[in-house]
């Protein structure tokens, strides 16, 4: 099947919320060796982006709630301050495999592991009342699923959450932010989804208007969510193959 049908009912399913920042082109990030505002304002967006997905895994491995969140925040402490950009090779230029694979040497060296309890205490990266709200994610498959299954699907949700935050926030700048709740309604495939017709009734449109303004909304929607893949990989070459991961993930 074509991943543009693939596509057509991903949405932002999993999470209590948008995700409130974007993504930067990972190569960027691994390359800036400056201490430039705009190399650490990437690189503290990067961390927002994957936290989530590193301190899913950690907690995967056996680490306790409180010890996993200070060893991610110690993770990203060291990427923060680029020592820990070059302990791997890039992972077929794909940004959640070089992470994955980053963390999982990270938390193999011990004197890291320790230093890494020591730096994340005080040192709060990321709002911790946040994460925690959104931990019910998966929790009935969490026993089912290994560490890196689940941090392929925190990974893959924080995806799809951005595509629909941006896309909201098109929306709201447009006056149009109920219109779009009906639009991301429709486009869920779930039983109860407001049909054309509930919806042409609702904004005094005809059935053809909604029907095109969903076609326009789903476009949209799509070329968004290839635009965030597009961030996390080296190369345009890999966007497709990229893409069709993150639908297997979700489904899977």
């Not at 009912?9 to 400056?34: D, I, K, M, N, R």
């Not at 495939?189 to 076609?215: C, I, L």
């Not at 949209?220 to 069709?244: F, K």
Request: hydrophobic share 40%.
């Amino acid at each position: 099947m074509a991943a543009d049908n693939q596509v057509t009912s991903l949405t932002g399913v999993g999470g209590s919320g948008p995700v409130a920042f974007a993504t930067t082109h990972w190569s960027v990030v691994l390359e800036a060796q400056s201490e430039s505002p705009a190399a650490q304002e990437a690189l503290e967006k990067l961390c927002r982006t994957y936290w989530r997905p590193i301190y899913s895994f950690v907690r995967r491995e056996g680490a306790a709630a409180e010890d996993a969140e200070d060893l991610a925040q110690g993770f990203f402490a060291l990427l923060l301050e680029r020592k820990d950009l070059n302990t791997v090779r890039k992972e077929k230029g794909r940004l959640r495999s070089y992470l994955l694979t980053s963390v999982k040497h990270f938390l193999a060296d011990e004197s890291r592991h320790a230093m890494a309890v020591k730096r994340g205490k005080g040192q709060r990266l990321i709002p911790l009342d946040e994460i925690r709200e959104r931990e019910c994610i998966d929790v009935e498959r969490s026993d089912r699923l290994t560490a890196e299954q689940i941090y392929e699907r925190r990974w893959a949700f924080t995806v799809l959450e951005q595509v629909m935050a941006r896309l909201r926030d098109e929306y709201r700048s447009a006056g149009n932010l109920r219109f779009f709740d009906q639009m991301k309604e429709m486009l869920m495939d779930e039983p109860g989804r407001p049909s054309q017709a509930q919806v042409a009734s609702e904004f005094d449109m005809t059935e053809n208007a909604v029907k095109q303004a969903f076609y326009r909304f789903r476009q949209r929607y799509q070329a968004l969510l290839r635009e965030e893949i597009s961030h996390t990989v080296a190369m345009p070459s890999d966007i497709e193959d990229e893409l069709r991961h993150l639908i297997a993930v979700v489904r899977a």
